[in-house]
């Protein structure tokens, strides 16, 4: 019964890895001797800490802001109820809709100043030009946004559903102690729903560090080379593709996906999240 | 344990049935070679018409896909060890890289075209020469020429220049009007200004050395002329196709004169929907000279070449095949042919279609062909990603409001740091 | 980047029934006014981007530049800029449509069965390695598809599956949320007495799953379809990487493949008289949006109550 997911789990879950391991001992151009080495050219190459950088900022901006705005919309929405809630919700889910090469197109036209339907916001804040927009030190913040806006509304949706499952009992008492909805949002629900927070923090941080499509599409596009190997997955791909060094690419992969397999046992086990899923021994 | 081993069988069952399937769609048909043909978008119709041509001869398939993307591609079947097209549509750059022995994509064409054609391309194939080999056919040259707006010149009654100086100066007298004396925000300030200058950034005393020196005074020559005239606001930092620009500037028809390649004409001053300059007013003109010959180069921004597989099944119809791209007739006379073909004979009839075009203000061909005969040779075709450091660094700083001298710097700097990892020695002086 | 697939799982305490509204004082109606503002304001940065996509191919080249963003130009633009997006490559447009259909299906039925077997054998049936199988299952799970790409494109090489459309339907219908989703619900929803006494009757673990398990879990099987394929239909990174031809593409990689070969997003791109303009492009990327936009709307029910919680235990 379990077979046919037992095969697609070693076939590509682990069979990958050790693909990855094995490729990236291979010579290249610049380490014809091949093994560890590539691990440590890969760390030296001079895209790397760039970025490193811009994946970090990336992070920085776009971690914090999921979990405030997603926890706040969820707290002010579940304040709602009816059709009003319905709707809202359905609002919010919409630029989900809108990813990848849609999301890169839709957000070329919304910041272009002179096609966007926020051209008067942007004139206003004195932004005239593309060029004040799409520079270099301006791409964390339209990829932050992109990422934000795709993924924001899902996970909105999927907080208020924590929220839900809340026992009424709970809110009824504290309404008695007199909390006001303020009170109940901050001192109540939030600390209820924290574990659903800071589990999604870690999958939206795991995301992000991967971040590939956006950079990729504006560099192959509308901005040509203006964000190539702009995140360590483009670097990763160049390797690849473009410099022929597998070898430098699978070790590069794989150091991501180390940091993110270490990121998803601490939340197995030292978080409660999985509790009483039968993955803790009691 | 038994689960196990029947999902691994599982796994393996439906692997090898895979494989299988798809190993039967690689083979030949019927004794009729078979020819692969991977093209970009602009080459499809000369595609076709092989296709057709070839009817019952030979099987010519056609592939479509981005020039940009040539060698990932290629690198990926060379991983996979199949599937390799039979020619390839793609830049010198590409090709630098394909016959990289690490690569091993390149056929050596040398003998498998006729010394005919090679004599007809004359020095417009230089790009595809590497170490007395040819490694491929140059389908169109895209050197750079000076367009300009007669109508904008006689209003202000500006003569052409013909050196760089008379170029700055006259740019200098657009400062006030309105008018712009082009963009240089994209790859047309390595194509236009450094390229032609003779500044090294990719040039190759010998073989797997590369020379990238922005000290030299062949680029710091270029800074010290476009600065003041980017400062002074007569030529813009935005690309080219940067939406502002073309609102604010090219579409009000204030672009008094631009460096450009030969394809500007047709495909960004004169469709609607780019820059719209209506009919009769633009005008091309030889690049003025940096100094006296051999001083006076054009520069070079895109110019697209074939290249055969050496794994092709069928060496002489692949090769046949990319001949006949480059150089028949019917690529040289189809509406369709974008830009000015590479191969004399077929350039001959391709003059004859723009000298009539009623678009523009006098015969733009005369120039185009000048500067043709005249491309910088200084840069030459390299293993890494040349151009698209033009994009992430040259063209992001200048953007950005940096300095020339710094943008340039940056620039060099990261080709330098690219370099070794292609397998080249840098020489930085 | 992040894609619905990585929703939690949320282990229901309670089928609430929604909660009263909470009584309004006097000065508790500036901050309702607040909230209300702000509610309303995010959900119209929601949909502006989506409604100017709408109208945006009703509009020519020249209008999009130069009306204003939400004017509407005529429907007849729809049809004559679909008519030019066939023009590109012989109607490749539709192929691709076609393969990201198809492919969608294969995956969406391939890792949905798998993952309900996986989990109600993880769940019910005595099987070796359960706790490692979970926790494997748990790690693959929070691990981004994303991080994988170039290990499989290096083994989907070797396995000779490159460019086949067998490539990106396997490695995508490994489905390792799904199987915990399944896990869950199966440990949790129904009774554990129900498949003891199917077994006392001497059903097989198979004959068991078939008649208790397996009427009990459309529910289920309609969230792990949701989530699997608004997965896969905008998938990109892994296509993008596991196809070489266009005959195999899938719609965001072609679309992809539009913006890179047309002048209408980069005239840089290449010399070419091209019918592709930015109202083509907006069409074609209303063509990928739509589709998962309508099964976002028709699956609201699902996410109404409350994504996971409710849908499981009904």
């Not at chain 1, 160049?238 to 601490?266: K, T």
């Not at chain 3, 239909?233 to 005959?247: D, I, R």
Request: charge should be neutral.
């Amino acid at each position: 019964m379990i077979a046919p997911y037992l095969a697609l789990l070693i076939a590509f879950g682990v069979v990958p890895i050790i693909v990855a391991a094995v490729t990236s001992m291979e010579p290249s151009a610049l380490n014809p001797g091949g093994g560890p080495l590539n691990y440590l050219q890969a760390l030296q190459d001079f895209r790397f800490l760039p970025a490193l950088g811009n994946v970090g900022v990336f992070l920085l901006l776009y971690v914090p802001t999921m979990l405030i705005v997603v926890a706040g919309m969820s707290l002010l929405l579940d304040t709602v109820r009816g059709r009003w809630n319905v709707s809202l919700r359905l609002a919010y889910i919409v630029p989900a809709s809108l990813t990848g090469a849609s999301a890169v197109l839709v957000w070329y036209f919304l910041l272009e100043p002179t096609l966007s339907p926020y051209q008067d916001i942007l004139r206003a804040l004195g932004i005239t030009q593309g060029g004040q927009i799409w520079r270099s030190e301006n791409l964390a913040w339209i990829f932050a946004l992109m990422a934000f806006f795709t993924g924001a509304g899902n996970w909105i949706v999927v907080q208020y559903g924590s929220l839900q499952s809340i026992s009424e009992d709970i809110l009824e008492a504290a309404r008695i102690d007199g909390a006001n909805a303020w009170q109940i949002g901050w001192h109540i629900k939030l600390p209820l729903i924290q574990k659903y927070i800071v589990y999604m923090g870690i999958l939206v941080f795991a995301a992000g560090l991967q971040v590939f499509v956006e950079p990729q599409l504006i560099s192959s596009s509308v901005y040509p080379g203006l964000a190539a190997n702009w995140s360590l997955n483009q670097l990763s791909y160049s390797f690849a593709f473009q410099s022929n060094n597998l070898g430098g690419a699978a070790a590069l992969s794989l150091m991501l996906l180390i940091v993110c397999i270490v990121g998803a046992v601490f939340v197995i086990f030292r978080t409660d999240f999985f509790e009483g899923s039968g993955v803790k021994e009691k | 344990m038994k689960r196990l081993v029947i999902g691994i069988v599982a796994v393996a069952a439906m692997t090898l049935s895979l494989a299988a399937c798809s190993g039967t769609t690689n083979t030949a048909s019927g004794g009729k070679p078979t020819v692969t043909l991977w093209v970009d978008t602009p080459r499809v119709p000369q595609a076709k018409a092989y296709q057709k041509l070839m009817a019952g001869k030979q099987n010519i398939k056609i592939e479509v896909i981005s020039q940009a993307d040539a060698q990932t591609k290629i690198a990926l079947h060379n991983r996979t060890k199949s599937g390799w097209p039979d020619v390839i549509f793609g830049s010198a750059p590409d090709t630098a890289q394909f016959l990289d022995p690490s690569n091993g994509f390149a056929a050596d064409l040398t003998k498998l075209v006729s010394k005919k054609i090679f004599d007809g391309f004359g020095a417009a194939n230089s790009d595809c020469k590497f170490d007395g080999k040819y490694y491929c056919l140059k389908n169109d040259l895209a050197n750079t020429v000076l367009w300009y707006n007669t109508k904008v010149f006689k209003e202000l009654n500006l003569t052409v220049p013909k050196t760089m100086d008379e170029f700055a100066a006259t740019a200098l007298k657009l400062r006030g009007t309105g008018y712009s004396a082009g963009a240089i925000g994209d790859q047309n300030y390595y194509a236009s200004f450094l390229q032609p200058s003779g500044c090294p950034l990719a040039a190759m005393p010998k073989k797997n050395t590369v020379r990238i020196a922005p000290s030299d005074p062949k680029c710091t020559r270029v800074a010290e002329l476009v600065q003041p005239l980017l400062d002074a606001g007569v030529v813009d930092k935005r690309s080219n196709f940067d939406a502002g620009f073309i609102k604010d500037v090219a579409q009000k028809d204030k672009v008094a004169m631009t460096f450009g390649p030969s394809w500007f004409g047709d495909f960004v001053i004169k469709p609607a929907a780019s820059w719209g300059v209506p009919a009769g007013e633009i005008a091309a003109a030889n690049m003025p000279a940096w100094g006296s010959k051999p001083d006076n180069m054009s520069g070079a921004w895109g110019g697209g070449v074939f290249t055969v597989s050496a794994h092709a099944k069928f060496p002489q119809a692949a090769a046949d095949a990319a001949v006949w791209m480059t150089t028949s007739d019917a690529m040289a006379t189809a509406d369709t042919t974008p830009t000015f073909p590479a191969y004399g004979p077929a350039n001959k009839l391709w003059e004859k279609r723009i000298s009539a075009d009623p678009y523009y203000a006098s015969n733009p061909y005369p120039a185009m062909a000048a500067g043709a005969n005249n491309i910088s040779q200084v840069d030459r075709p390299v293993r890494f990603a040349f151009n698209a450091q033009i994009g992430s660094a040259l063209q992001v700083d200048i953007n950005s409001g940096k300095s020339l001298e710094a943008a340039l710097n940056s620039f060099a700097d990261s080709l330098q740091k690219l370099a070794p990892s292609s397998g080249y020695t840098v020489i930085s002086k | 980047m992040t894609s619905i697939l990585e929703a939690e799982p949320i282990i229901n305490r309670s089928a609430s029934k929604g909660h009263l509204p909470e009584k309004l004082t006097a000065a508790g109606r500036v901050g309702r006014t607040g909230v209300w503002v702000m509610l309303l304001v995010y959900g119209l940065l929601s949909v502006v981007p989506m409604v100017w996509l709408l109208i945006a191919p009703s509009k020519t080249a020249a209008q999009l530049n130069n009306d204003a963003p939400f004017s509407f130009g005529s429907f007849a633009n729809y049809g004559s800029a679909w008519e030019h997006l066939l023009t590109f490559q012989d109607g490749v447009l539709v192929r691709w449509l076609l393969n990201s259909v198809v492919y969608t299906v294969a995956i969406v039925l391939l890792s949905c069965v798998s993952a309900i077997l996986a989990g109600y054998a993880l769940a019910v049936t005595a099987i070796p390695f359960k706790r490692t199988l979970l926790i494997t299952t748990l790690v693959a799970m929070i691990i981004p598809p994303v991080a994988l790409v170039i290990p499989l494109f290096i083994e989907i090489s070797n396995a000779q599956l490159f460019d086949t459309p067998a490539a990106v339907i396997l490695t995508s219908s490994f489905y390792p949320f799904g199987v915990f989703l399944a896990y869950i619900y199966f440990s949790t929803s129904i009774p554990k007495e129900l498949y003891e006494a199917a077994k006392v009757d001497g059903a097989g673990e198979f004959a068991t799953f078939w008649r208790i398990a397996l009427p009990l879990s459309k529910g289920l099987f309609g969230m792990l379809a949701f989530f699997s394929f608004s997965a896969s239909w905008v998938n990109f990174f892994l296509p993008y990487v596991l196809l070489g031809s266009a005959e195999n593409f899938t719609l965001p990689v072609g679309l992809g493949v539009l913006f890179s070969s047309t002048p209408a997003l980069n005239p840089g791109n290449g010399a070419q008289q091209s019918v592709i303009g930015r109202p083509e492009i907006a069409l074609a990327g209303l063509i990928l949006a739509i589709p998962i936009l309508i099964v976002f709307l028709l699956s609201s029910r699902l996410l109404v109550r409350g994504v996971l919680s409710g849908s499981v235990k009904s």
